[in-house]
Every structure is written in structure tokens, then in C-alpha cells.
């Protein structure tokens, strides 16, 4: 081999060349030459080949004896993979370089020093393997990455140390599960220009949600210093979620931000041989996000055109996991690696398989709790492990289908992962290795729970569940779970829209799979429950309140929002948009707050602006609230909040609903006061609609439906208040049931009403969730749309779909 094959400009190589520089190297490479005129900003640098790789490996007579210690490996060991590993590692370091191949890469390196103006610069070492992107195995993060390389000396230790880590525990094993010849898979290495994150910030992004495969959306996670603190899990980064429809129509889309624990973060060393150190972060960088919105939008837009570039290369969508760096000197973003996404982009989504908990007294048995990765259910026996080698001392191996309790992982631990039935973690976020890990092998895990290994109890038998949102639950003992499956190819086709009943904004992007034409019923009232948890009054006026330990909480609940009004009205606005995001351009109808007064008292802060009620589920609730002075203010930023979907984040989709509102000049009032703060029925497309849950509803429909664009029927209090009586007493339960005469009476008037005022007409009542007969009762009625929740869509759909049938045969 010639001098000059050693290295290559990493402008020269593209992604035809993944057999010569490996997937990642061809990647940026490819990036390099076609993306930069889009003002994508990679960082330069030269590529050490395939080539070298091999002339190492046979310059140093390797190949045989690398290939006689892996035959001897049991892989169903644990220390006899760490032993021949750990072999093949040191005979690697200990080789010895061509003086061509020595001379060739330091010129390179010095050559891109003058560059830069200086003697050594500083560098980042990254290996790039030809088989990361094929499509039937990742191989993300099997070999090692050095960060703040200074000095021809250290750059070689660093080319060596890379070349042993293809040949690392777990890159062992899992070339051996997919069956891949060990020398068929080539290393080649990036020698990059270093972004000086230590001094800003880093992290990934990807081109879709990873837990659910939504394809509209760009997740963005970050952390103060260099990346490496994300992967390996040793801190909770900031997440920002990004809508890619509205991106493109030029908006600031950030339809999601959350605030993540980054007391650590890693920089430069400060000693002639410490590459990296970790510091703890400063208190004031804590409490905000690590990067502006300014540059969640620009990395988003940057990200998608990837995409698009990408998709369009390979003929097919192609989403993508990307590694970007801010630089703390210049403040430039760049992107340092990208390759393609290998789990979802493949999945089908119409085999859809849900889990649900049967255990209705659980929240009783929960021990920790975290960040949900996937959305199975597993039980085993905890199995605390600190650290790889005090197990193995310890004689004590890890046994299939226990559930994996530790701090965090590094990629050492796949082959005990593999074995693992769940994973639960103290720290890490939803890109940590754990978190990628568990994906690629099908697993739940919960990262990030904080105290696991204190809690959890070495033996005893637990619950890990996944399938209930964005939290995971690790429950004490077996607790009884369903699996189901389904292929939606076999549901049959329909003609009454079915929506459906979205409380979560964390389960929206799953939930988009389903067959839907939209939300029927977004509720509120769950967003600011569980995402605010503070009385809106509370947080307008608190500082008045004589109540030290409230404005302490509510002055550390803000943190990172510029004040209390912000705080409310993003936090509300983000948790509306990810459900109207997920379902775009289908009709997302959001109800403004409904809490009763006794449910408004437990917020925090509550006890100072609720009255005491007899009976609070006919009392100062729904539009009476609105209007009134004592709460119009706090009204004012739930529309608020409404504007900032519709207009900023582009989510013209919204609908706004009103609820329980008694009479038509309660109804005027209510719109009055939404004028005041730029809601306006009409203008800019918007709708509005009014929950038909009164009799006053039902009676007056005619003279409702000259002022709205659609009723809701909510059977629940239609039903209550039909009856007389109170849904929340037992001693009168057994009368309640939406299918009493009476009830149905009702809403077959409104339906005719709404037919003949050519207005829409819908339900989003528990009742046809919970009866099939009384979905086929609405059906008979032609009602437009019926809104059901999410685990009802399969049976629903067959009901509607068995009547409209029926129906189709009378007519004929």
C-alpha cells in the first residue's frame, strides 16, 4: 500500500465509500460536500482508512491469533468473552506501526494543525465500522470515540486504541449474534477538528420520536460540555421537541421542552495527561436549558434537511440520528456525526401490540419510577449490579430473565443486558446508552429513576411497565398484565369518523398509529394536573399570599421560563400541541378547563382561591368560571396558550371546546372574554364547539347552533343530569347508564337539531368506549363522529362497521 492511501480528506470520501472509510466517515463526508451550501456547519478533518486498518492488523501478523482466541470463547460466559476480549485488546495495543502508515497520518495531522494556525490542535478520534449501516444490526456505539487529542504522540496511541475497540466485549458478541465473520467488518477513523463544547454544549437528535417511530417530529437532547455524559447516562439531558409540518412553514414549532438535571458535565483536562474530566455544573446553569430556542430551531432545520437529503439518496425515508456541538468560543452549532436510524424506520406499524396493567390498586406498590423506554410490561427478580467486575469476582452471574438494577451502563454490559427481561437505571435520559440499548433489544426500561439500587431489593420479584406513558412504573411483585395484538390491515373501513379521547400528551405520538380522523375530546384540565400542578391564580398571585414555602415551590417549579405567566402558558401550550401535533391536520378539539372547585382546591395553591361547595359537580365550573372576574384572568392563559398553538406553532387543527355552559348568554360571555385575548370564532379558521352535557343543551340546541361550528355530546354529565342524579355516589350508581331511555332521547333530539342547523355533532362520552350496543345506537342515529378512547379503537371500529352494514342492507 502507498503512503498517499493511508488517509483521505474527508471531503474526498462520500457514501459510495462506505467499504473504504466505514458508514459514518462516508457520512460526513457525504455531508460535507453536498450540505455545507445549505449552511450546515460539519467540522473538517481527514479519514485514516479501511486500508490502514488491515495493513495494521497484517503488518503486526494479527489475524490468526485473533481468530484462534475467538474460537475458544464460550459465549454463554460472561468471563470467558471478558477474558479472550481483553486478549485481543492488548495484542492490538501492543503493535506497532509501518513508518509509512506512522508518517502518513502525523503529516495529515500536522497539515490540518496550519490550518488552524497552530503547532497540535486539538481533535477528536472517531471509528466508523463498515457494517454500521446495514440494515438488519446496529452497530451504534461499539467503538470507541476520543475526545481533546493533542500531539502526534497521543493522536497514534488514540488510532491504536481504536482499532482494539472492534474488538470490544460487546462488539465480540454482537457481530457473533448476527452472525458476522469478525474480519469482514473493517474500522476506519475520523481524526476531527474538536467543537469546544466543554465550553457550550452537545448532544444528539434524531428525525423522529424514538419511543413511538412519529415521523413529524425532531427530538432534540442536550446537556452543558461534551457529549459523552448523554451516552454514557451520567446525566438527564434537556429534551426539546420540534414540529417538523410547521418548521417548514418557517415557525418556531417547538411543541415540547423539558428541563433536564445536568449537575455534571465534562471538559477539558487541566493536566498534561487527562484528556477529559467531569465537573459538577454550576447551580445557575442547572436551572436552564442547555441551548437557546433560536438554535432548537436552526439544529431541527438542519436535522430535517438531512433527512430529506437522505431519503432522497437512498429512495426511501430515510430518519436519522445525528450528534451536533456548540461551540462556546464562536457560538457556531455544528454537526459532528449522522447515520441512519435503524429501529423504527423499520417497524410496521400496523401490527400494533398493547399492554395494560389489571391491577387497579397498583399505584399502592410502586417503588420507582422513571423515564419509560418502549411501552412493554416484563416482571423478574432484581439483580443489582454496581459494577461488571465485582460480579464476576464475585462468582455471582447474572441469570436470564432477571431485571437488570443499576446506575447507568456503558456498552460493556450488552451481553448481561441481552439476558435482562427489563433494565432499570438510576440515571440517563432517553438517549443514553441504556435507552438505545433496550430498543435495539426489544425490552423495557426505565432510566433516570435516581435511587433503584437503594429501593430495590436484590431477589425480590417486580413489575417493570412501560405501557403507561412517558413515566415507567417498577412495581413491587407480579402484577397482572394483558398483551394483545393486532394488525390494522384487517379492520374493516367505515364511514362515521371515529376520534379519540387523548388525555396524555405523552401517549399522543403513540396513539397517531391508530385509526382515527382526529381528537375528539383533549382534556385540559390532565395537562395542567400532572405538566403545571400550581393553581393558575396561585401563580399570578402568590407573592401577595403571606405563604413563604408556596412561592419556594413555585419559584423552583419555574425554572428555566422567564416568569409565572410563561411558565403556565408554554407548559399548557407545549402539552396541547404534542397531542395536536401527532394527530396534524385532523381536527384536535381541546377543552378549555373543566376541574370542579374541589379539584382546583388540591392544586398547589388551590386552598386560596377555591370556595367550599356542596356540590361541586353542578357548581362554579366550566364557562361560569370564565367569565367571572374572580378567574378570568387565569382564563386568560389557557387562550393565551391557545394562540401560541394555533398561530406560532402553526396547529391550525385546534378546535376550542366549551364546557358545561348553561345558557346561550353564558355562552356570549364566555366568547366576549375570549375576544378580549385574540381568541375569535372565525378569524384565522377558528372553530369553536360546546360540549352538549345539559339538558339546557339539548332543549336550546337550535338557538346553541347559530353560535358555534359543532356540538360534543358528553354523555357522562348528560347522563347525571338527566337522571338527577350524582355519578360520584354509590348509593345511586346502579341508575346510572347512558343507554336509559331518556338519555338516548336526548341525543337523537340534538343529532336531528344539529342535522337540520347543518352543524357537526360528535360524542366523546365514556359510553361507547364501554358498549358496543350504544355505539351502535349513535351509528343508527347518524351522528357524525364518535370519540373513543384509545384501547377501544379495535372493537369500536367493528361495531360501526357491523351496523353501517345492517344499514346498508335495509336501504338496499
Given at each position: 500500500m502507498g503512503q498517499k492511501n493511508f488517509t483521505l480528506n474527508l471531503s474526498e470520501v462520500g457514501i459510495n465509500d462506505i467499504d473504504k472509510v466505514g458508514g459514518k466517515n462516508a457520512s460526513l463526508g457525504e455531508m460535507l460536500k453536498n450540505l455545507t451550501s445549505l449552511g450546515i456547519r460539519i467540522p473538517s478533518g481527514f479519514v485514516i482508512t479501511v486500508d490502514t486498518y488491515r495493513?495494521?492488523?497484517?503488518?503486526?501478523?494479527?489475524?490468526?491469533?485473533?481468530?484462534?482466541?475467538?474460537?475458544?470463547?464460550?459465549?454463554?460466559?460472561?468471563?470467558s468473552l471478558r477474558r479472550g476480549g481483553a486478549q485481543i485488546r492488548l495484542l492490538i495495543r501492543n503493535g506497532r506501526f509501518p513508518k509509512g502508515m506512522s508518517e502518513s497520518v502525523i503529516a495529515a495531522y500536522e497539515k490540518m494543525s496550519q490550518e488552524y494556525g497552530q503547532e497540535y490542535t486539538d481533535v477528536a478520534v472517531r471509528s466508523s465500522a463498515t457494517a454500521e449501516d446495514l440494515p438488519d444490526a446496529s452497530f451504534a456505539g461499539q467503538q470507541e470515540t476520543y475526545l481533546n487529542v493533542r500531539g502526534p504522540a497521543s493522536l497514534m496511541d488514540a488510532v491504536r486504541n481504536c482499532f482494539s475497540s472492534l474488538f470490544t466485549d460487546r462488539a465480540i458478541s454482537y457481530r457473533q449474534s448476527f452472525g458476522y465473520d469478525h474480519f469482514s467488518v473493517g474500522l476506519s477513523l475520523c481524526v476531527q477538528k474538536m467543537v469546544r463544547s466543554?465550553?457550550?454544549?452537545?448532544?444528539?437528535?434524531?428525525?423522529?420520536?424514538?419511543?413511538?417511530?412519529?415521523?413529524?417530529?425532531?427530538?432534540?437532547?442536550?446537556?452543558?460540555?461534551?457529549?459523552?455524559?448523554?451516552?454514557?447516562?451520567?446525566?438527564?439531558?434537556?429534551?426539546?421537541?420540534?414540529?417538523?409540518?410547521?418548521?417548514?412553514?418557517?415557525?418556531?414549532?417547538?411543541?415540547?421542552?423539558?428541563?433536564?438535571?445536568?449537575?455534571?458535565?465534562?471538559?477539558?483536562?487541566?493536566?498534561?495527561?487527562?484528556?477529559?474530566?467531569?465537573?459538577?455544573?454550576?447551580?445557575?446553569?442547572?436551572?436552564?436549558f442547555c441551548i437557546l430556542d433560536e438554535q432548537v430551531v436552526q439544529l431541527a432545520q438542519w436535522v430535517v434537511?438531512?433527512?430529506?437529503?437522505?431519503?432522497?439518496?437512498?429512495?426511501?425515508?430515510?430518519?436519522?440520528?445525528?450528534?451536533?456541538?456548540?461551540?462556546?468560543?464562536?457560538k457556531e452549532l455544528f454537526i459532528v456525526q449522522a447515520r441512519p436510524e435503524t429501529i423504527h424506520s423499520r417497524k410496521d406499524h400496523a401490527l400494533i401490540t398493547e399492554y395494560s396493567i389489571n391491577d387497579n390498586d397498583r399505584s399502592a406498590k410502586v417503588l420507582v419510577e422513571g423515564i419509560a423506554v418502549g411501552d412493554k410490561i416484563a416482571g423478574g427478580k432484581v439483580n443489582i449490579l454496581y459494577s461488571m467486575d465485582k460480579r464476576v469476582i464475585d462468582g455471582h452471574e447474572f441469570v436470564e430473565g432477571d431485571v437488570l438494577v443499576t446506575d447507568m451502563t456503558d456498552p460493556d454490559w450488552e451481553p448481561i443486558m441481552k439476558k435482562a427481561s427489563a433494565i432499570v437505571t438510576n440515571k440517563g435520559g432517553r438517549t443514553c446508552?441504556?435507552?438505545?440499548?433496550?430498543?435495539?433489544?426489544?425490552v423495557p426500561a426505565i432510566v433516570g429513576c435516581g435511587n433503584a439500587t437503594d429501593i430495590l431489593q436484590e431477589g425480590d420479584f417486580v413489575t417493570v411497565s412501560c405501557g403507561e406513558g412517558e413515566t415507567g412504573f417498577v412495581y413491587n411483585g407480579d402484577?397482572?398484565?394483558?398483551?394483545?395484538?393486532?394488525?390494522?390491515?384487517?379492520?374493516?373501513?367505515?364511514?362515521?369518523?371515529?376520534?379519540?379521547?387523548?388525555?396524555?400528551?405523552?401517549?399522543?405520538?403513540?396513539?397517531?398509529?391508530?385509526?382515527?380522523?382526529?381528537?375528539?375530546?383533549?382534556?385540559?384540565?390532565?395537562?395542567?394536573?400532572?405538566?403545571?400542578?400550581?393553581?393558575?391564580?396561585?401563580?399570578?398571585?402568590?407573592?401577595?399570599?403571606?405563604d413563604e414555602e408556596l412561592t419556594k415551590e413555585i419559584v423552583k417549579r419555574i425554572s428555566g421560563y422567564e416568569d409565572e405567566q410563561d411558565f403556565f402558558i408554554k407548559k399548557l401550550s407545549?402539552?396541547?400541541?404534542?397531542?395536536?401535533?401527532?394527530?396534524?391536520?385532523?381536527?384536535?378539539?381541546?377543552?378549555?378547563?373543566?376541574?370542579k372547585t374541589n379539584e382546583y382546591y388540591n392544586l398547589l395553591g388551590g386552598k386560596?382561591?377555591?370556595?367550599?361547595?356542596?356540590?361541586?359537580?353542578?357548581?362554579?365550573?366550566?364557562?361560569?368560571?370564565?367569565?367571572?372576574?374572580?378567574?378570568?384572568e387565569a382564563f386568560g392563559l389557557e387562550c393565551r396558550a391557545i394562540r401560541i398553538v394555533r398561530e406560532e406553532l402553526g396547529l391550525e387543527n385546534v378546535v376550542v371546546m366549551i364546557p358545561f355552559c348553561r345558557t346561550v348568554e353564558e355562552l356570549h360571555k364566555v366568547t366576549e372574554v375570549m375576544k378580549t385575548f385574540g381568541l375569535e370564532r372565525g378569524k384565522q379558521g377558528l372553530e369553536l364547539y360546546l360540549m352538549a352535557e345539559l339538558p339546557s343543551n339539548i332543549i336550546l340546541a337550535d338557538e346553541f347552533s347559530k353560535h358555534i361550528d359543532g356540538f360534543s355530546i358528553g354523555s357522562n354529565d348528560l347522563t347525571q343530569l338527566t337522571l338527577g342524579l350524582d355519578r360520584d355516589s354509590s348509593l345511586v350508581a346502579h341508575l346510572y347508564d347512558e343507554r336509559n331511555v331518556a338519555v338516548r332521547s336526548m341525543i337523537s333530539s340534538l343529532i336531528r337539531v344539529a342535522k337540520k342547523n347543518k352543524v357537526?355533532?360528535?360524542?366523546?362520552?365514556?359510553?361507547?368506549?364501554?358498549?358496543?350496543?350504544?355505539?351502535?345506537?349513535?351509528?343508527e342515529q347518524g351522528i357524525d363522529s364518535i370519540s373513543v378512547t384509545p384501547d377501544s379503537v379495535v372493537k369500536t371500529i367493528k361495531t360501526i362497521a357491523s351496523v353501517e352494514n345492517e344499514l346498508k342492507k335495509n336501504k338496499e
Open positions: 495493513e495494521f492488523i497484517r503488518f503486526n501478523n494479527l489475524e490468526g491469533t485473533i481468530s484462534h482466541i475467538i474460537t475458544t470463547i464460550d459465549y454463554n460466559q460472561l468471563e466543554d465550553l457550550g454544549a452537545s448532544g444528539v437528535a434524531f428525525s423522529l420520536d424514538t419511543e413511538s417511530g412519529f415521523r413529524d417530529a425532531v427530538v432534540i437532547n442536550g446537556s452543558f460540555g461534551l457529549g459523552e455524559m448523554i451516552v454514557q447516562g451520567a446525566v438527564s439531558p434537556d429534551e426539546f421537541i420540534v414540529f417538523k409540518p410547521g418548521l417548514k412553514k418557517g415557525l418556531h414549532s417547538i411543541i415540547e421542552k423539558k428541563l433536564g438535571v445536568k449537575d455534571k458535565m465534562m471538559v477539558y483536562g487541566d493536566k498534561p495527561d487527562e484528556r477529559v474530566r467531569i465537573i459538577s455544573t454550576e447551580k445557575g446553569f442547572q436551572q436552564r434537511a438531512i433527512e430529506e437529503y437522505y431519503s432522497g439518496l437512498k429512495a426511501k425515508w430515510t430518519p436519522m440520528d445525528v450528534e451536533w456541538a456548540v461551540d462556546g468560543l464562536s446508552h441504556a435507552a438505545i440499548v433496550a430498543r435495539e433489544l426489544g402484577i397482572p398484565f394483558d398483551r394483545k395484538e393486532y394488525n390494522l390491515h384487517d379492520l374493516p373501513a367505515i364511514q362515521t369518523a371515529l376520534m379519540l379521547n387523548v388525555a396524555s400528551p405523552a401517549m399522543s405520538f403513540q396513539f397517531s398509529h391508530l385509526p382515527n380522523k382526529g381528537v375528539g375530546l383533549a382534556r385540559e384540565e390532565f395537562i395542567i394536573n400532572n405538566y403545571i400542578q400550581v393553581h393558575p391564580l396561585a401563580l399570578l398571585q402568590h407573592r401577595q399570599i403571606d407545549y402539552g396541547i400541541a404534542k397531542i395536536a401535533a401527532s394527530f396534524y391536520p385532523n381536527k384536535v378539539i381541546v377543552r378549555f378547563s373543566d376541574f386560596y382561591f377555591e370556595p367550599k361547595e356542596e356540590n361541586p359537580m353542578i357548581g362554579w365550573r366550566g364557562a361560569s368560571r370564565y367569565y367571572s372576574d374572580r378567574y378570568k357537526k355533532v360528535g360524542i366523546c362520552g365514556q359510553g361507547p368506549s364501554d358498549f358496543p350496543d350504544f355505539t351502535r345506537f349513535l351509528v
